[in-house]
């Protein structure tokens, strides 16, 4: 179907799943994770997006991951190192252009991170269907895809 697959990865740490209890969001610490970006993903997804693709990130994981090495331009270099990566509603996404998530729990910076891409409204909205509609929620719950 004309779909390529680009591995990366992030070991996930703490801060992923601690709760955000600060009142001003800027104040919250996200752990040092560490990251790999290999040559061979970097380009597959840069030829992917040169030739008009999507970059469809497969969780929050790999979408922190791409964040966290994009150049403004949006371009994925090869690359490893440390992240702390945190974002929240306002983050300009340079990297992808649409995820598959769980649904996460509230006050956690995963929502945080879907609520950027998708905005609040409509994450809010669409917890209001997962919860009446009895979807499951945490890592191993029911996925949407956002564009």
């Given at each position: 179907?004309?779909?390529?697959?680009?591995?990366?990865?992030?070991?996930?740490?703490?801060?992923?799943?601690?709760?955000?209890?600060?009142e001003?969001?800027?104040?919250?610490?996200?752990?040092?994770?560490?990251?790999?970006?290999?040559?061979?993903?970097?380009?597959?997804?840069?030829?992917?997006?040169?030739?008009?693709?999507?970059?469809?990130?497969?969780?929050t994981?790999?979408?922190?991951?791409?964040?966290?090495?994009?150049?403004?331009?949006?371009?994925?270099?090869?690359?490893?190192?440390?992240t702390?990566i945190?974002?929240?509603?306002?983050?300009k996404f340079?990297?992808?252009?649409?995820?598959i998530?769980?649904?996460?729990?509230?006050?956690?910076?995963?929502?945080?991170?879907?609520?950027?891409?998708?905005?609040?409204?409509?994450?809010?909205?669409?917890?209001?269907?997962?919860?009446?509609?009895?979807?499951?929620?945490?890592?191993?719950?029911?996925?949407?895809?956002?564009?």
């Open positions: 179907m004309g779909v390529n697959i680009a591995r990366v990865t992030l070991h996930v740490g703490l801060g992923t799943f601690r709760p955000v209890k600060v001003n969001i800027l104040d919250h610490h996200m752990h040092s994770e560490f990251y790999v970006v290999t040559q061979e993903a970097a380009d597959m997804i840069n030829n992917t997006r040169k030739n008009g693709g999507r970059v469809i990130a497969v969780g994981t790999s979408t922190r991951t791409l964040e966290s090495v994009a150049l403004e331009d949006g371009t994925i270099p090869a690359k490893s190192g440390w702390e945190f974002i929240y509603p306002g983050y340079k990297a992808i252009d649409c995820l998530t769980n649904f996460h729990l509230p006050e956690s910076t995963l929502v945080m991170l879907v609520s950027a891409l998708a905005g609040r409204e409509h994450v809010l909205h669409a917890y209001e269907v997962a919860v009446q509609e009895k979807y499951r929620f945490f890592s191993f719950g029911d996925a949407m895809f956002i564009k």
